[in-house]
């Protein structure tokens, strides 16, 4: 890692000193917990392809419950990842698409979705040799 990468880094985790740690301050943790979910990542790919309505996005998570994906998209609406767009159809149709914060986030979300799909192999051969050593 060099210096300017290790600085950043530093710099954004000072909030997070255990000796006067506030959860709420440290800006890595702050960032981490929402996109870190279970489904942001999923719905977060999804529209950084493109746009999509609610019902499209239920269809590419078919294992998200909808009061799962509606608050999920509100989070990350939220968090100013993606805006919401209600269009005056009947009945009501919402289309959803990334903001520019969510397409400066996705830019290095996509480095690690892409490690975590070339090396889960290695990892799952880990987790195997850790349970098998009797560690776990």
């Given at each position: 890692?060099?210096?300017?990468?290790?600085?950043?880094?530093?710099?954004?985790?000072?909030?997070?000193?255990?000796?006067?740690?506030?959860?709420?301050?440290?800006?890595?943790?702050?960032?981490m917990n929402r996109i870190s979910g279970k489904w942001s990542t999923l719905l977060?790919?999804?529209?950084?392809?493109?746009?999509?309505?609610?019902?499209?996005?239920?269809?590419?998570?078919?294992?998200?419950?909808?009061?799962?994906?509606?608050?999920?998209?509100?989070?990350?609406?939220?968090?100013?990842?993606?805006?919401?767009?209600?269009?005056?159809?009947?009945?009501?149709?919402?289309?959803?698409?990334?903001?520019?914060?969510?397409?400066?986030?996705?830019?290095?979300?996509?480095?690690?979705?892409?490690?975590?799909?070339?090396?889960?192999?290695?990892?799952?051969?880990?987790?195997?040799?850790?349970?098998?050593?009797?560690?776990?």
């Open positions: 890692m060099d210096q300017a990468v290790r600085s950043a880094v530093k710099a954004a985790t000072a909030d997070c000193d255990r000796n006067a740690w506030d959860a709420g301050n440290c800006p890595v943790r702050d960032v977060l790919e999804a529209l950084a392809e493109k746009p999509h309505r609610f019902g499209e996005l239920r269809r590419l998570v078919p294992d998200i419950s909808q009061r799962m994906l509606t608050q999920t998209l509100r989070d990350l609406q939220r968090d100013g990842y993606i805006e919401r767009e209600v269009f005056p159809t009947k009945p009501p149709s919402v289309e959803y698409r990334m903001t520019p914060l969510g397409r400066s986030l996705f830019g290095p979300l996509s480095k690690v979705l892409a490690w975590a799909a070339e090396n889960h192999d290695a990892v799952r051969a880990a987790r195997r040799s850790f349970d098998d050593a009797g560690l776990a």
